[in-house]
């Protein structure tokens, strides 16, 4: 597909964005891998045939006119898929919808409703949200996440328990189909297209811009931190258990959020109570946590700094070390399917003999439940309304994962799924695993089989493509 759009499919998205070269990158384009393909994981290489910037929901509904059955399309919002799923994951036929252009913003101040353009990263969805009336609304940490796959995905982070995911905040979406229609999609019309939207966006359709609930921000947050270091691992399972306990507390309060972080430095407890510091000392983590090496309780009394502090965090772990070479799994856990003392003994004990083939690497535990649990199993496409936790996985290397992190990496994930019977224990679609066996059904679950239909009712042809997304019935 030449740069100066020789070919059939180069002519048409060419005209789709209005004739606009600018608007348009293919890879004869200089610098076009570094420029516009700029891949997230450096360990799957990707080279799609074209790299689009719409500027209106036309121009995308023209660009998904021109695919039908000669190449694929998938969005990028922020680009922080962990198989580079925004630019085809390594399949070589997929037009990117780059939505860095979709930066509408607007906030109705009676009903306190705001629209989001889905181009916006979650950083500026603060700050627009905080401006417009000091709202907000549940989402991750890491400020250059774009809300387009945030919250078609799931959306999880430190407020998902006391409000839910991001997706949860979705009202409404303005998606374009496969059939290259602009649809409106909310509980009352195209309620089908909606839920699916809401934790399988990418196999159904790309969504413009999001009308989501808000929040008013709280005013008052503690984050704390409390620190293990030095060795052997072993000694840390018992903190562990401590932290498992805690957790599974069906009374726990819905403004505690935690997590538990192994690297190479040790471990650490940390997250954030919405609340006083008063409520927070009540909680007594202190007496559930001895012995720690160093504790961080910090109190904030604007939105702004708490946020910030969360993106700082964010930079010391995973989002610090990449775009890079890195490989990554995840497992869910129910509140009936907590790990058992002997396999955590045996998890925190292999740390201390496995070869880890690096030093960047990450284990982290992070606590769900609470809101992300109120809404149906089949009310979205989400297929884990039932995870109290879950355990993800990271391994860095410098120019391509090597296969002994590799190896790590499904070491820790064997040594916990073998304590339950076989598929037990899903995995969350936003974090995806190229490698995950039966991938779709780890992700969706029960959801999976009315997914597979409504996709062959709408996106026969399978326009909106990735390694692991969802598949017509055959």
């Known amino acids: 597909m030449g740069q100066g759009g020789s070919s059939p499919q180069a002519k048409c998205l060419l005209s789709a964005v209005g004739g606009n070269a600018d608007l348009v990158a293919f890879p004869t384009k200089p610098l076009y891998q570094l420029l516009d393909v700029h891949p997230y994981n450096l360990d799957i290489s990707v080279a799609p045939i074209a790299v689009t910037y719409p500027k209106t929901a036309d121009q995308v509904a023209a660009i998904v006119a021109c695919a039908g059955s000669d190449f694929k399309v998938q969005a990028r919002g922020g680009g922080h898929s962990y198989a580079n799923y925004a630019l085809g994951g390594g399949d070589t036929n997929t037009a990117v919808v780059d939505l860095k ?36 609304i549940a989402h991750g940490t890491c400020p250059d996440v774009g809300i387009g796959g945030h919250a078609t995905m799931g959306g999880l982070g430190p407020m ?15 998606v374009v189909l496969a059939n290259a229609s602009i649809v409106a999609a909310s509980p ?14 990418s196999s159904f359709g790309i969504v413009t811009d999001f009308k989501v609930e ?24 018992s903190r562990f258990k401590a932290w498992q306990t805690l957790i599974s507390d069906p009374k726990l309060s819905r403004n505690l959020a935690s997590q538990v972080v192994l690297s190479e430095l040790g471990m650490e407890i940390s997250g954030t109570f919405f609340g006083t510091k008063e409520d927070f000392n009540s909680l007594g983590l202190e007496s559930v946590f001895p012995d720690h090496s160093n504790a ?32 990554s799994k995840n497992l869910a856990f ?35 439940g609470g809101a992300t649990n109120d809404p149906a199993a089949n009310a979205t496409a989400y297929g884990h309304r039932d995870a109290l936790f879950y355990l993800q996985t990271y391994g860095v290397d410098i120019l391509t994962v090597t296969s002994t992190t590799r190896a790590f990496l499904k070491g820790m994930d064997d040594i916990v799924t073998a304590a339950y019977p076989p598929d037990t224990l899903g995995s969350y679609a936003g974090y995806v695993d190229p490698e995950l066996a039966n991938a779709q059904q780890a992700y969706y679950r029960s959801n999976l089989p009315r997914l597979e239909q409504l996709k062959g009712v709408i996106d026969p042809k399978d326009v909106f493509h990735n390694p692991e997304s969802i598949k017509a019935p055959s």
């Open 214 to 237: 808000t929040h008013p921000a709280p005013g008052v947050a503690v984050q704390y931190t409390y620190t293990f270091s030095g060795r052997p691992y072993a000694n840390l399972a």
């Open 101 to 136: 252009n979709f930066q509408d913003f607007s906030m109705d101040t009676n009903s306190w409703q705001a629209t989001i353009g889905a181009g916006t990263k979650l950083g500026d969805v603060t700050s627009r949200l905080l401006s417009a009336g000091n709202r907000a």
């Open 296 to 327: 961080t309780v910090l109190v904030f009394n604007d939105w702004a700094g708490l946020v910030g502090n969360w993106a700082e965090n964010v930079g010391l772990t995973v989002g610090g070390v990449i775009p890079s070479a890195f490989y």
């Open 160 to 174: 998902s328990r006391m409000w839910g995911s991001a997706m949860d905040h979705v009202i409404e979406v303005q």
């Open 334 to 368: 129910t509140k009936d399917d907590l790990i058992p003392n002997a396999t955590v003994d045996q998890f925190f004990r292999s740390l201390d003999t496995v070869s880890k083939g690096t030093l960047i690497w990450f284990a982290i535990f992070d606590l769900e």
């Open 188 to 201: 009352t019309q195209n309620r089908d297209v909606f839920g699916a939207m809401k934790g399988a966006g």
